[in-house]
């Protein structure tokens, strides 16, 4: 009954190659969100989709590409992975009511090591 | 544009010790303020959110927070913590240009002492 799961929850890989983080909601939410968090906690937002379509995206390079086949679903793919990249990343999602921030529900993480 | 900040950047203390782990935002808006918990090696959970009505908020685990408009402060408090409190606190506010986006404080690691 998990709420919301990625997969995988660790990800080792070298430079330069193309990987891809899935991440699924259960909770009937139609706002799904990417954040990065780095060696030191801060938390930083990379994307939000509503039903589907794009409303924010951070200053991130292109090399990331957010792909939401359905509104349950919110995939992350890295073209060119760098040292840099290297971090946890977080899936989430929420209600998205206008005028209302909602409480957001966070997927366990991916750990991504870059080599 | 608006922000938050959390003054506390790392913070020990015993069990049974109070907690007061500050929160300072920046906004001119609607205000909606909320606390989320990171226990080690585990994903963000909602401890509590104000939105209006009480000031005083009571969350998850015995936590509370005081939303102190003049003060722009959303302060976390707990009067006796516990060894399992260890974890990451992060104060987060909403930001103005929609799409229920929610910006963090750089957290506060708190690790409780047995």
């Known amino acids: 009954d998990t709420a919301v799961s990625q997969t995988p929850k660790y990800l080792v890989t070298q430079m330069g190659n193309d990987k891809s983080i899935k991440c699924e909601q259960n909770?009937?939410?139609?706002?799904m969100y990417w954040y990065k968090q780095d060696s030191k906690k801060f938390l930083k937002i990379m994307f939000s989709?509503?039903?589907?379509?794009?409303?924010i995206n951070e200053t991130v390079p292109n090399r990331f590409s957010p792909k939401s086949p359905d509104k349950a679903h919110l995939n992350l793919h890295i073209n060119s992975l760098e040292l840099g990249d290297s971090a946890v990343y977080f899936c989430?999602?929420?209600?998205?009511?206008?005028?209302?921030?909602?409480?957001?529900?966070f997927g366990p993480g991916t750990r991504l090591t870059v080599l | 544009a608006q922000s938050v900040s959390q003054h506390n950047h790392h913070v020990i203390l015993s069990e049974a010790a109070s907690l007061e782990l500050g929160c300072n935002y920046s906004?001119?808006?609607?205000?909606?303020l909320f606390w989320y918990v990171q226990y080690p090696g585990q994903h963000l959970q909602l401890l509590l959110k104000?939105?209006?009505?009480?000031?005083l908020v009571k969350g998850i685990k015995g936590f509370e927070a005081e939303f102190i408009k003049s003060k722009f402060s959303f302060n976390l408090r707990k009067p006796s913590v516990q060894w399992s409190d260890t974890a990451e606190y992060f104060c987060?506010?909403?930001?103005?240009?929609?799409?229920?986006?929610?910006?963090f404080g750089t957290g506060t690691q708190l690790k409780v002492e047995l």
């Open positions: 989430a999602s929420s209600l998205g009511t206008s005028g209302i921030v909602n409480e957001q529900f």
């Open positions: 909770l009937g939410h139609d706002t």
């Open positions: 989709y509503n039903n589907k379509e794009l409303i």
């Open positions: 906004y001119g808006g609607t205000v909606n």
């Open positions: 104000y939105f209006s009505g009480d000031p």
């Open positions: 987060a506010v909403p930001f103005t240009g929609g799409g229920n986006k929610l910006t």
